[in-house]
C-alpha cells in the first residue's frame, strides 16, 4: 500500500512539474509556445494560376501534383506552421485553368509571402534547330530555333554552384551543376546520344543561358549551366534550384492578407467551450460516481497538461479543427472512466470487497475500452493519411487524444483508486457504498 501511495504522489508532482512548465512557457515570445493555424492566428492567401499549355493533357495532373510538392517543401524550409498548399481546377465540371492556392500562417505581410514563395525558375533544356526566313525584301536569312525536349526542371535533385568548367580549369566564372533523378538520367542520356553534335540550349524562365554543343552521350545525369552569373546570382540560382525548380509556370492571380480577430474570438469561444463541457462532465461524474469521479477528474486534469505540453514539444499547430480534437479526446476519456467505474459497480453488487472491485473493474472494462479506442486510433490513421492540412491536424490531435486517454485512464486512475486504500469498513468505504458504486 505504501509503494502505491509513493506512485500517486510521484505522479502528482510529475503532473505538477508538467504543469508549471505549460504556465511558464505560454509566453508569444516562448520558443515553447502554442503554435496556432491560419484560422486562429491571421496570415495570408495566395492564388497562383498556373500555365499548363506546354503539358501534354495526359500528365497535367502529375506536373500539378509535383507542383504541389515543390512549393510544399520551400514553404517548409522557411519553418511556416502547418501551410496549407493545394491545387485546383476552376470551371463547374473541373474543366477550367489550374490553380495554385497558398495559405501561410503567422505571415500577415503579404509581400513577405509573395517573397517567401517566390519564382522559382522554371529549368527547360531545348535542342536547337536550324532554318531559314525570308525578310520584307526578300531575302533569305538563316535562323535558329529550339524545340522542347521533354526535360524540364521537375526531372531535378540536386543543383551545386562550382568555378571552372569542373576539369581543374582556373577559370573563375562561376558554373552551376545540375543532376538530374533517374528518369531524367535516362531521358537526358537518350537527348545526348541522338542529337551528337547538335546545340542544347538550357532555358531558365523562358531566358536561353547556355547553348553547348553536345559532344557525346551523357549517361551521369549531370549538365553544367555557364552564363554571365556573378558569385552571387549563380548562389541565389543553386538555391533556388534546391528548394524546387518549378515544372508548371506560375503567376500570381489574387493576395488575400486575413486578420488574426476571427481567429481570437474561435480560440476564446473553443477554450470557453472546453472549460464549460470539462466543469459540467466533472460535477457529473462526482455527483453519481463520488470517489471514483473525483479521481476520474483529477486524471483528466492531468491528462489536460500533458496534453498541452505535448502540443508544446512537438510542436503541434493548432487550429479550430485541432481544439475540436482535443475537445472530443476529452469527452473519450470521460468515457473510459465512466466504462471503469460501471464494471466496479457491477463486481461490487456481485459481493466482491472495495479492493477487489477496483482491480476487476480495470480488468473487465480493458477489453472495451481498448477495442474502441483502437478503432479510433485506426480512424485518425486514415484521415491523416488521406486528408488535406487541416484535416491532417484534427487528425494528429485525436490520435494523439486517444493514446493519452488510455494512459490516464489505465494507468494514473487506477493508481489513484488503489492508493486510497478504501475498505468497506471505513466512513471512506461507506461513503463510496453509498454512491452511484452500489
Known sequence: MFKLRYSAVLVLIVAAAIGVFVWMTNKPDSRFAFKLGLDLSGGSHLVYNADTSKIPA???ADAM???????????????V????????????LGNGAYRLIVELPGITDVNEAVAMIGQTPTLEFKLAQKGEATTDTGATVPIETYVDTGLTGKYLTNAALQFGNGSGSLQTQPTILVTFNSEGTKLFGEITSQNVGRELGIFLDGRLLSAPVIQERIDNGQALISGNFTAQSAKDLVTNLNLGALPVPITLASTESIGATLGDQAVHAGVFAGLLGFLILSIFMIVWY??????????????????????????????????????????????????????????????????????????RAWSAIRDSNIAHIIAAVILFWFGTSIIKGFALVFGLGVIISMLSAIVISRTFMLALGINTHSRLGRFFMRSGIK
Open 65 to 79: 501534383n509535383a507542383l504541389q510538392i515543390v512549393i510544399e517543401r520551400r514553404v517548409n524550409a522557411f519553418g
Open 290 to 363: 463520488r470517489v471514483p469521479g473525483v479521481v476520474a477528474v483529477v486524471s483528466l486534469v492531468i491528462y489536460c497538461v500533458i496534453m498541452l505540453a505535448i502540443f508544446k514539444l512537438i510542436p503541434v499547430v493548432l487550429t479550430a479543427a485541432g481544439i475540436a480534437a482535443f475537445i472530443l479526446s476529452v469527452g473519450l476519456a470521460v468515457d473510459a472512466n465512466v466504462l471503469i467505474a460501471e464494471r466496479m459497480k457491477e463486481e461490487m453488487a456481485a459481493g466482491a470487497s472495495t479492493q477487489d472491485a477496483i482491480g476487476h473493474g480495470f480488468s
Open 81 to 92: 506552421g502547418e501551410p496549407v498548399v493545394q491545387t485546383e481546377q476552376a470551371g463547374a
Open 58 to 60: 495526359g500528365e497535367t
